[in-house]
């Protein structure tokens, strides 16, 4: 009965270590996250990389190589989201020829998780939107553009909140104002609505609401202008409050480095853009760790 | 704290009442609960963020099944732009006149040559002459065979030929932004002389001299229209007749009727020394 109980208690002891040591190690690495977020914007149908003759851009580009770059990253993380800050259509015949099959097509395959919609993604009319939204897999993510009106109702999403690894990650998108950008009897009865108010209330419903870990927005509003009534995506970093990250599109700015600004809970935001046409993708890592361990150091960042 | 807890294990083992071992028992799952629970609702924190950009170059190869589905699309884009259907005997260029250019006049002779009948036929009335934005000429023609790629790279967007309306003032005001402009703006069927700080001198319209009591019908692209003042060509406007002729299509259309593109920088925009 004794030696029972001795070898009761012993095996006890050793769950109780093992467990606690189990507890403590898997805690520490559940804490130790990688989230890898990719991202292209203006890419304007450039399928075909650049000619070798190209005057600016010799061999550069090429959905075919992009796709091989992003399933390299995605068999060293699988915890990766590939997305897409607008203007996906026009620029070359393949948007004329099929009206952007091809595009939301191949976009599909490399398993684009999000797009938000630019300008010229109204080139073919709304109806040339919807048209092309059975090819699409992915979704289409903008919280400024009311579509109560139009056909494109129910397609488009303000936000997304994916969960990866346990991490939850809310994206939400903003397109650029419509009037006197695109002709009227594209986009029809689309309202605009003020960027900056919706980023406001859609940040916060998911940091308070879904609670968040990381909240990205994306945007075709364009990166920065030298008048500061036009919105923009440096100017939407310091005014928001909970936005990590802001992939931008628009103004085909091609950034040495992402651009860091201090928000308005005086927090880093990153505002990234990597040019056009398919020439470049954007890369952030976000790594997290347990509060336990976090807390000595702030967030470094490496840009 | 967990390690305090082991290091008191021995003296509770000796103790080996059945009480105490229950207790103990409920003490080590209670703990190890606790521990776990404590675990699961740890939340994460962000510590470190790393960005940067990849180019997309020749280092990477390309996902073959991704250009096998190309592929076919390719092909029939390939077949269908790369037929000759003109020649240009010398290149097409942006900036080769003073204030003109042999592309951007190219351009504008097309759209009057092409839109003319379908305004007149939609109408009733006559096209006066054409304004187009220097901007909106993508691409130059290089010298020898001309396809519809050529057409594609000069136009790569949506825009239509629309015919607008305007009164002889605004006609004047018209003409006044073209002529004061850095930029050559293409223009057909008008010549504009300016002094030399750009203020007009004489303006014919169709060989006769600008007259500012009637109106004018100008063609141009239905983006410049929409745009309106902001974009600075069309402000008052009396009335629109769309053609809903793509300006690429009218430019391809041209180039099946004409064998050779003949067209300089000439001096239908003139400003005097």
Redesign the interface.
Known sequence: M?RR??I???T??S???G??GL??S??SN??K?QITILHTNDVHSH???FPPTHSRHP???????????V?QIRNENPNTLLFDAGDIF?????F???GGE?EF??MS??KYDAATIGNHDF??GIEGLLAQMPNATFEMINANYDFTNTVMDGYVKPYKIYTVD??KIGVYGLGIELD?LV??KLYKETQYLNPYEIALDIEKQLKEKEQC??IVCLSHLGYDYEYPEKPSDTQLAQKTFHT?LIIGGHTHTF?D??DVRTNQNWN?V?V?Q?GCY??????????????????A?G????? | M?FT??NN?PRR?NK?T?VN?LK??QF?VF??FC??MS?KN?????????????????T????????T??EP??K??NE??DSTLAYAPKPLLLNDGERTSSMGNLMADIVFEQASPIFNSRSGNTLDFVVLNAGGVRSIISEGNVSA?NA?EVM???NYIEVVELSGSATRELINFVAKSSRRHPVAGIEIVTDKNGALESVNIQGRPFDESRNYYVASS??LI???P?VGFFDQIVSRTPTDYLL?NAMIDYFKKVDTLQVVADDRIKQMD
């Open positions: 004794k109980d001795f009761t208690n012993t006890a002891a769950t109780l270590i467990l606690g507890s403590l898997s805690c559940l804490g996250k399928i075909d990389a061999n550069l580009g090429g959905v075919a190589r992009r796709a091989t770059l399933e026009q620029g070359t015949p393949y004329n020829f099929y091809l097509k191949l395959k490399l080139d073919n346990g991490i006197g002709t009227k870990d990381l990590d950034l480095k992402p880093s990153l990234n990597v398919g020439i470049n993708v954007g890369r952030i890592d976000f790594y997290f760790d347990t509060d336990k361990n976090a807390q150091k967030v470094s960042i490496t840009v | 967990i807890k082991v294990l083992l080996d059945p071992n103990f028992k080590v703990t190890t521990f776990l675990c740890d939340t994460e924190k962000l510590t470190e963020i790393q960005g940067k950009q990849i180019p997309i170059d020749s990477y190869a390309q996902t073959d099944s991704i250009e589905f190309v699309y390719r029939r884009i269908v732009l790629r594609y790569p967007f949506e239905d983006y929409n745009g309106g902001s690429r």
